[in-house]
T-cell receptor
Framework: DGGITQSPKYLFRKEGQNVTLSCEQNLNHDAMYWYRQDPGQGLRLIYYSQIVNDFQKGDIAEGYSVSREKKESFPLTVTSAQKNPTAFYLC????????????????FGPGTRLTVT | AQSVTQLDSQVPVFEEAPVELRCNYS??????LFWYVQYPNQGLQLLLKYLSGSTLVKGINGFEAEFNKSQTSFHLRKPSVHISDTAEYFC??????????FGTGTRLKVLA
């Protein structure tokens, strides 16, 4: 079955530690995204990548880093510089066809709930 | 810059009643519009999208939305809701780049 997987579902870390969230897709999509979801704030874009070895900052990139070494994978590292990292993190992918950018639906993973204490 | 406004954070409605979830956007260029649904502790899934053509778009689970360019709106409607429609609904817009902007969401609570 094609889809996006995120692991783990729940993650607990101590303040000051870096943590990496996994995101893998087998949909052959070109673009991948990371969003942060907080109650009442909707989805806010952290980073996105249009193609392998290239990525752009979203609206709230400070304290986060990403890599895109393979088409299928787009891991997100939450660094100790992120002041309020506790949140629900969603990974998404889109594309893979001939249409112009922005016309594709995004496929979302099940999310990772990160708690930092 | 684009923005998406979902004015209603919560909408309670009785089962089998109609519902409308409102979405307004602002953009200096033409946009593509999407509605997604999120069930608790899950990712989002697409309900419907508007790219061009007919302004009335039909989606899954009996939902439909109407694109109104003059009012910059893309409201979501369902003529008769079920308990299973209880979820959070997000409107999103793309300005024809790879970037999508989401609204803050509307929690639909269907009451028995």
């Amino acid at each position: 079955d094609g889809g996006i997987t995120q692991s783990p579902k729940y993650l607990f870390r101590k303040e000051g530690q870096n943590v990496t969230l996994s995101c893998e897709q087998n949909l052959n999509h070109d673009a991948m995204y990371w969003y942060r979801q907080d109650p009442g704030q909707g989805l806010r874009l952290i980073y996105y990548s249009q193609i392998v070895n290239d990525f752009q900052k979203g609206d709230i990139a400070e304290g986060y880093s990403v890599s895109r070494e393979k088409k299928e994978s787009f891991p997100l590292t939450v660094t100790s510089a992120q002041k309020n990292p506790t949140a629900f993190y969603l990974c998404a992918s889109s594309g893979g066809g001939q249409g112009p950018p922005g016309t594709y639906e995004q496929y979302f993973g099940p999310g990772t709930r990160l708690t930092v204490t | 810059a684009q923005s998406v406004t979902q004015l209603d954070s919560q909408v309670p409605v009785f089962e089998e009643a109609p519902v409308e979830l409102r979405c307004n956007y602002s953009s200096s260029v033409s946009v593509y519009l999407f509605w997604y649904v999120q069930y608790p502790n899950q990712g989002l899934q697409l309900l419907l999208k508007y790219l061009s053509g007919s302004t009335l778009v039909k989606g899954i689970n009996g939902f439909e939305a109407e694109f109104n360019k003059s009012q910059t709106s893309f409201h979501l409607r369902k003529p008769s809701v079920h308990i299973s429609d209880t979820a959070e609904y997000f409107c999103a817009v793309s300005d024809r780049t790879y970037k999508y902007i989401f609204g803050t969401g509307t929690r639909l609570k269907v009451l028995a």
